[in-house]
Nanobody, 125 residues
Framework: QVQLVESGGGLVQAGGSLRLSCAAS????????MGWFRQAPGKEREFVAA????????VYANSVKGRFTISRDNAKSTVSLQMNSLKPEDTAVYYC??????????????????WGQGTQVTVSS
């Protein structure tokens, strides 16, 4: 069992940056591959980025590749999402997720056992 709490969301102008953080508590953090998903109003939840248990492997959605960076600190039980060059279409609730089964991060939301409560990111044009 792991609990996930996101922080760092907010309002930013297009072209700006935000850094989301997710603090995990409970079972050993390095046992989980981690991911970020997002959901905009009226749209399905979509994959953003994922990172392997060790942090050595990352994968991104095409829409954020080159702009977003996922990272983790297993000693601090945190995973972060650095978001640069933000666009209005990045506006969504962002969720931190944990996968206890797979070593590498997955694009599929069904692979993840645990979800945070979400943090709102709003990008104004």
């Amino acid at each position: 069992q792991v609990q996930l709490v996101e922080s760092g969301g907010g309002l930013v102008q297009a072209g700006g940056s935000l850094r989301l953080s997710c603090a995990a508590s409970g079972r050993t953090f390095s046992s989980y591959a981690m991911g970020w998903f997002r959901q905009a109003p009226g749209k399905e939840r979509e994959f953003v980025a994922a990172i392997s248990r060790s942090g050595g492997y990352t994968v991104y959605a095409n829409s954020v590749k080159g702009r977003f960076t996922i990272s983790r600190d297993n000693a601090k039980s945190t995973v972060s999402l650095q978001m640069n060059s933000l666009k209005p279409e990045d506006t969504a609730v962002y969720y931190c997720t944990a996968d206890s089964v797979h070593s590498f991060g997955s694009r599929a939301p069904t692979a993840y056992d645990y979800w945070g409560q979400g943090t709102q990111v709003t990008v104004s044009s």
